[in-house]
């Protein structure tokens, strides 16, 4: 097999994608705190804000890492079941059918 | 050229392996697996006048393999949906019972993925098909493989519920062990 893996290659773009999702709420978020208050109240909100965001952002981080190792494992047992059937002998049916086909095309 | 007889019987019999693992995967039953194999050579054979030379013979292989089992499909839905239903209930009860990723689950999860999905992961996933002959083996759009990868990958996770850091590492089967050996060498 040519290692390419359904598993891993496109997990790594959505992972990229789910990071940029949640950059980008961010960011949209902090304006959303301009209020008609004092700097006082503005670092209040910068500092929690990030706060009650980080929490999310790292059981998101936790999820990637368990869907890595875990979506690797998966791809190893996809593949596990496709190599094992390909390693087995053709089935003689097979063999007969490719024969017969053979004769009939020598026939005509 | 023709390439008829003697030629064309060895690559298609080098084929066979591979040919068997696809529809294996795709249908989840040897036997039905070996007569969509057995339906695909015979087409193949007796269409080969549309099969363009110096193209893919593998990927026309899979096309016809692939489009002769989801008309079967379509033929049958009724009744594979019923069978579905069946396994999903079975599943519900099963994985949460055992710390680990066992290969009948994995089986039994596979063989629940609706069958575009599963398709588009084995391909892949497995037969190592680049998203572009996948997606023209298949007859869509490279993205609609991507998104269907995607959804089959996200929903093996799901159903196979291995969503905690708890079921990895040194997991419950250790800890069985453990307990067992503990138990088994208690001195008299």
């Given at each position: 097999?040519?290692?390419?893996?359904?598993?891993?290659?496109?997990?790594?773009?959505?992972?990229?994608?789910?990071?940029?999702?949640s950059g980008g709420g961010r960011r949209v978020r902090q304006p959303a705190g301009k209020r008609p208050g004092g700097c006082a109240e503005a670092d209040v909100e910068?500092?929690?804000?990030?706060?009650?965001?980080?929490?999310?952002?790292?059981?998101?981080?936790a999820t990637g890492m368990i869907d890595r190792s875990l979506q690797a494992q998966l791809g190893r047992q996809l593949r596990a079941i496709f190599e094992g059937i390909e390693e087995e002998p053709v089935p003689e049916r097979f063999v007969k059918l490719l024969e017969a086909?053979?004769?009939?095309?020598?026939?005509? | 050229m023709n390439i008829h007889s003697g030629p064309l019987k060895q690559a298609l019999l080098g084929l066979i392996p591979n040919l068997r693992a696809f529809a294996v995967s795709l249908c989840g039953d040897v036997e039905r697996?070996?007569?969509?194999?057995?339906?695909?050579?015979?087409?193949?054979w007796n269409h080969l006048e549309s099969f363009q030379e110096g193209t893919n013979l593998r990927a026309w292989l899979f096309t016809i393999l692939r489009n002769t089992y989801f008309?079967?499909?379509?033929?049958?839905?009724?009744?594979?949906?019923?069978?579905?239903?069946k396994k999903a209930a079975e599943l519900a009860i099963h994985p949460g019972q055992q710390g680990h990723l066992d290969m009948q689950d994995f089986r039994r999860a596979l063989n629940l993925l609706p069958p575009d999905q599963r398709e588009a992961l084995v391909l892949v996933g497995a037969a190592g098909f680049s998203y572009e002959e996948a997606a023209s083996v298949s007859g869509c759009a490279v993205g609609t493989i991507?998104?269907?990868?995607?959804?089959?990958?996200?929903?093996?996770?799901?159903m196979l519920g291995?969503?905690?850091?708890?079921?990895?590492?040194?997991?419950?089967?250790?800890?069985?062990?453990?307990?067992?050996?503990?138990?088994g060498t208690r001195l008299p």
């Open positions: 097999m040519n290692g390419k893996n359904g598993f891993t290659g496109p997990s790594g773009a959505g992972e990229a994608q789910m990071k940029g999702e910068m500092e929690t804000r990030p706060d009650m965001q980080r929490a999310p952002r790292h059981d998101s981080q086909l053979e004769a009939r095309e020598k026939q005509r | 697996a070996d007569d969509l194999v057995q339906e695909t050579l015979l087409k193949a008309s079967d499909c379509r033929r049958r839905r009724r009744e594979v949906e019923d069978r579905e239903g991507k998104s269907r990868v995607n959804r089959a990958r996200t929903k093996l996770t799901e291995v969503n905690t850091p708890r079921e990895f590492g040194p997991d419950s089967s250790t800890e069985a062990i453990v307990a067992r050996t503990a138990g």
